[in-house]
């Protein structure tokens, strides 16, 4: 109840429970029953044995969608999983909608509704487009911080056990979603794996979906079974399936918590070829490796834009080009002009760039970069790196606040460039087919 007044919700609030007649001021019903409202959604913390009763008396009253914070079902032993399947079959033969169990539910930022039953230590989410689907409770507000890291959110869902709602329900309402720009899942398992790949490839070609699929080992895979009690399956098969109707594989849980920021914000590129901008020459040869594990290549750079570089500075020609060298020598960083000659290169699709905390202030990049006419398909990303992690955290903060994909390691910011680049093949094949 304190995480909904701190997030500032306004709908109305009703507890029930036999046991108290009110709390923090606010009156307890003794049952789902005995509230004389309509009730939209429940959210159930109550011992798993009770919770039967509980979406049976929910079903009679009304109720539209029920989610159920208790675990010790299907995640337990075959007595939770008897009951789980209990709740399932009322969940199939009335109208009710159940998520859960064994979830934190979900979060609106654009109503507040958080319905986490853990205390959460600050009391906003940035809004953006950013939707979030997980079958584990780290998703949740109560162990991300999202206020300090400054992503833009617009659902947050922790499916829990699945016993109704799945992956193919929120990919289908998250289509449909105005507020919903990318879309990224952490799935243990796919519940109905035909009617996944349907909605999948529909919903691709209207919005990025990412997935990351935990289970890749034997030990992983068996671990499943007393996490949600989900069955792992092949992850050869997954990765065939999720390439054939247009899903965007991520291989940690921070890749697909932080990639979703560059599609909010930059364009898809034309095609894979990068330029890197740098200060240091080791960053620019890690950012190749790590381009070319991801399907990008290096930009051959026209004679003209390498003939700019040479006029600004003859150390600073090639790809990548280098800061630092001129920086060392005379303090000067001609940032926006090298960025400005590559964004203008038509042998360029898109620019990893490096960015040194402490070095230069947040202010001088975000004003050198809103002073740069940017062409609307060649997305830029950036890595802030230096000796200070308090400024760091604010050079990346502040970039992000202004609309720039800022990223801590230099592998998810070029991995980031990858992602939308096989987004754009993804909606470029499906539309010649």
């Known amino acids: 109840m304190k995480n909904l007044h701190n997030f500032g919700y306004s709908g109305g609030i009703y507890l ?5 007649d009110e709390v923090q001021g606010v009156k307890v019903y003794p049952s789902i029953k005995d509230i004389p409202e309509s009730i939209d959604l429940v959210i159930i913390i109550t011992p798993a044995r009770t919770v039967l009763s509980i979406v049976k008396d929910c079903v009679k009253k009304g109720v539209k969608c029920v989610i159920i914070g208790a675990d010790g079902f299907a995640e337990r032993d075959e007595e939770g999983k008897k009951l789980q399947n209990e709740i399932t079959e009322i969940a199939r033969h009335t109208r009710i909608r159940i998520i859960g169990p064994n979830t934190v539910g979900t979060v609106n930022t654009a109503t507040g509704l958080v319905t986490a039953i853990y205390l959460i230590g600050y009391d906003k989410i940035k809004k953006g487009g950013i939707a979030f689907v997980a079958q584990t409770g780290i998703i949740g507000p109560q162990a991300m911080p999202y206020d300090d890291w400054g992503y833009g959110i617009s659902k947050i869902c922790d499916l829990g056990n699945k016993c109704d709602v799945d992956e193919s329900d929120l990919l289908e309402y998250l289509a449909d979603d105005s507020e ?6 952490h799935l243990e398992c796919i519940t109905s794996g035909h009617r996944f790949l349907d909605v999948a490839k529909r919903v691709a070609q209207k919005k990025p979906i990412l997935i990351l699929k935990p289970g890749r080992t034997k030990e992983s895979a068996k671990a499943l079974m007393s996490h949600t009690g989900s069955l792992a399956g092949d992850q050869k098969i997954y990765e065939s399936a999720f390439k054939q109707v247009g899903v965007i594989q991520v291989n940690s849980f921070k890749e697909l918590l932080e990639i979703p920021t560059a599609f909010l914000c930059q364009p898809l590129p034309r095609g894979n070829r990068l330029s890197i901008i740098t200060f240091t020459g080791g960053a620019g040869i890690m950012a190749m490796d790590i381009a070319a594990e991801s399907g990008l290549t ?3 750079l026209s004679t003209e834009t390498n003939e700019k570089l040479f006029n600004i500075h003859p150390t600073l ?6 800061l630092g060298p001129l920086y060392a020598m005379n303090g ?5 002009a090298v960025i400005e000659a590559m964004l203008n290169d038509e042998n360029v699709d898109c620019i990893f ?3 040194v905390g402490g070095l230069l202030s947040a202010d001088f990049y975000i004003q050198t970069l809103n002073e740069i006419k940017k062409p609307k398909d060649r997305p830029m990303t950036f890595w802030v790196y230096g000796p200070s992690s308090e400024s760091n955290d604010q050079v990346c903060l502040e970039l992000r606040n202004n609309g720039y994909p800022v990223y801590l390691d230099i592998e998810t910011a070029v991995k980031a460039l990858g992602a939308m680049y096989r987004y754009k093949t993804i909606k470029n094949w499906r539309r010649t087919i």
């Open 180 to 185: 919903t720009k990318v879309i990224a899942m």
């Open 317 to 322: 020609v090639g790809n990548p080009s280098d």
């Open 298 to 300: 290096l930009a051959k």
């Open 332 to 336: 000067e960083s001609p940032y926006g």
């Open 16 to 20: 029930a429970n036999p046991s108290y």
């Open 353 to 355: 760039c490096v960015i």
